[in-house]
């Protein structure tokens, strides 16, 4: 009985996104899991939407998903680069570091803090909530933009950030539109 609510709650998915693999739907739900406890634990946290970015997805593909906690869907989808430092030389295998100077992404659940103008333009700090990204801020590690991410999905390589979520411009100021009009702080969670 329980395979069969399984299937059925995985079907469901499958349908309302229609152009995303099974796979890719199993690991926004357990890790949405995470993100709803999170929210329920504290209030300062947006209960309306949150920031999924899957790492095994290549990076020349949509993996950064903005998901509705209300309707229960994603509502969005884009490019984003991950870190130098993440590259292992494997096609398809990345590894992740928290250390200072390792140019690579940090896994693990954020809040979107503020934004500031730097060299990229305006950029969104992020605030590790767990052991795997807990020196995010200390690291610089940002939410920004740069205009060599492509907008749309191509095949083959693309650039990559010294540890941020990079996104491409037009993409970003989508995003940016959310986060500024939110009234408590978006969630982004970032796994492999």
């Given at each position: 009985m329980l395979f069969i609510l399984i299937a059925f709650v995985g079907y469901k998915l499958i349908w309302k996104e229609k152009n995303i693999e099974p796979n890719v739907i199993s690991r926004i739900d357990s890790h949405l899991e995470k993100v709803k406890k999170i929210i329920k634990s504290d209030s300062k946290y947006n209960k309306d939407i949150a920031f999924l970015i899957d790492m095994k997805i290549p990076s020349e593909k949509n993996r950064f998903f903005v998901y509705d906690l209300k309707a229960d869907k994603i509502i969005d989808k884009g490019i984003v680069a991950h870190g130098s430092g993440s590259e292992t030389?494997?096609?398809?295998?990345?590894?992740?570091?928290?250390?200072?100077?390792?140019?690579?992404?940090?896994?693990?659940?954020?809040?979107?803090?503020?934004?500031?103008?730097?060299?990229?333009?305006?950029?969104?700090?992020?605030?590790?909530?767990?052991?795997?990204?807990?020196?995010?801020?200390?690291?610089?590690?940002?939410?920004?933009?740069?205009?060599?991410?492509?907008?749309?999905?191509?095949?083959?390589?693309?650039?990559?950030?010294?540890?941020?979520?990079?996104?491409?411009?037009?993409?970003?100021?989508?995003?940016?539109?959310?986060?500024?009009?939110?009234?408590?702080?978006?969630?982004?969670?970032?796994?492999?």
């Open positions: 030389g494997i096609k398809g295998k990345l590894k992740f570091s928290n250390v200072e100077n390792s140019l690579s992404t940090s896994l693990g659940t954020y809040y979107i803090g503020n934004y500031y103008y730097g060299k990229f333009g305006k950029a969104y700090k992020l605030y590790g909530l767990d052991k795997t990204n807990s020196n995010a801020f200390n690291r610089d590690i940002v939410f920004h933009y740069y205009y060599d991410v492509p907008y749309k999905e191509k095949d083959g390589y693309i650039c990559n950030s010294y540890g941020c979520p990079m996104v491409n411009k037009k993409y970003f100021e989508r995003i940016a539109k959310r986060i500024d009009a939110s009234q408590s702080n978006i969630l982004l969670s970032i796994y492999y």
